[in-house]
């Protein structure tokens, strides 16, 4: 609740000032390993918030992409962060957008070596990944080449994460009542 007062001041102090504001949602990747903006209670559970691991089985200081609790977790937050900010700013517009997320990654590793994304890195590519790029189905090696697949698995599992914590914002803001 006090989070919710604090963006709420900072509207309301822009609205009073005529200024305009962009929020950045650091959330779950701010600089890739760096976990200062990560709730501790989240950093502390292991089990229901996996990190992302080294291909050596090592832990990297980075949450897994893969984590669905974790995703839900961050859409749930970023879904109150919207809802916190249309309470006080739906009819001034004084935040004219919020960034979700802010230097996505996983610093060290090029992907998760996690049981879930090596299950996932050795399946098919997702069907709608393929046909966007107009490519042959395959597994990440098979369509991207051994150079890109673990580039090409990483950014593919951070976007659809991505995606689903904005569509839960989005979901917020295009709702008529609180």
Known sequence: MVE????????RQAQANGMHLIPIWF????GGNFNSYIPQWVLNNKTRFPRA???????????????????AADSRA???LIKAIKAVDSTK????????ENEPGVLG???????AAN????????AELVEALHKQPGTWTQVFGTRFAAEAFT?????????VVAAAGKAVSRSRCM
């Open 27 to 30: 959330a779950t990747w701010k």
């Open 109 to 115: 590793p090029v992907r998760d070596h996690s049981a």
């Open 155 to 163: 950014g593919y599992y951070m976007a659809r994460y991505i995606d």
């Open 78 to 80: 970023f879904a109150a």
């Open 119 to 126: 299950k996932l890195f050795a399946d098919q590519v997702p």
């Open 4 to 11: 919710q007062c604090q963006v709420q001041t900072i509207i």
């Open 53 to 71: 691991t080294f291909a050596s089985a090592k832990e990297a200081q980075a949450l897994s992409p893969m984590g669905e609790a974790t995703m």
């Open 93 to 100: 517009h004084s935040v004219i957008l919020v960034q979700v």
